[in-house]
């Protein structure tokens, strides 16, 4: 512990127990022991992880889904995504989640990067994808959801992110990632689909 250069801040489980656990979701409360050897309660939310996925178009615009948010009580733009399933990979359900939303499947993937978007609170990370070469088919939604499908430009999604229109924090660093990648100053590695689509 002595070596690690964060030790001076590190927390450590040394106790705790499952407050609630649903379908997908754990609420933990954890006994930490502090760096200065006090101790606390952490309460958290265990959650599998998730991707989310910019689709590109051939055209420029930018492929998104509008759909209501119960938590919040509000229908939101967002980029299509969705939970890790048992075992899944993040590219296997970035390509999964991108085909059952939005009906579209893509030539070529880029990662972009690992997001935690509520760290003090909850374990989930959200790996962010982009997709291009896209070729249209069907949707194939969950039992229960219900969702529109959007194609923006990057100057309409950038006005919608300017005003109220786009509270998703996924959706919002995921349009700075692509404003940062088309000015040049961001790299993304472009790999081919290991299952690529037929335009046929």
């Not at 609630?20 to 609420?27: M, Q, R, T």
């Not at 309660?41 to 959650?47: A, C, D, G, V």
Request: with cysteine; hydrophobic share 40%.
């Amino acid at each position: 512990m002595a070596d690690e250069p964060d030790a001076h801040l590190v927390e450590r489980r040394v106790g705790g127990r499952t407050l609630l656990e649903g379908g997908f979701l754990e609420v933990r409360r954890d006994d930490v022991l502090l760096p200065d050897g006090s101790t606390a309660t952490r309460e958290y939310i265990r959650h599998p992880g998730a991707v989310a996925v910019i689709p590109l178009l051939d055209d420029g615009r930018i492929v998104l889904v509008r759909q209501f948010r119960y938590p919040i009580g509000r229908t939101i733009v967002e980029f299509p995504a969705g939970k890790l399933d048992a075992g899944e990979a993040p590219l296997a359900c970035a390509r999964r989640e991108l085909a059952e939303e939005t009906g579209y499947r893509a030539r070529e993937w880029a990662f972009a990067c690992e997001i935690h978007n509520a760290a003090a609170y909850s374990s989930e990370s959200i790996w962010l994808y982009f997709a291009r070469g896209l070729v249209a088919g069907e949707q194939r939604l969950d039992v229960g959801e219900f969702l529109d499908v959007l194609r923006l430009s990057e100057a309409e999604l950038d006005a919608l992110a300017a005003g109220d229109g786009l509270p998703d924090v996924k959706t919002r660093i995921g349009l700075h990632w692509l404003q940062r990648w088309h000015a040049g100053a961001w790299a993304l590695q472009w790999q081919p689909d290991p299952d690529p689509p037929s335009t046929l």
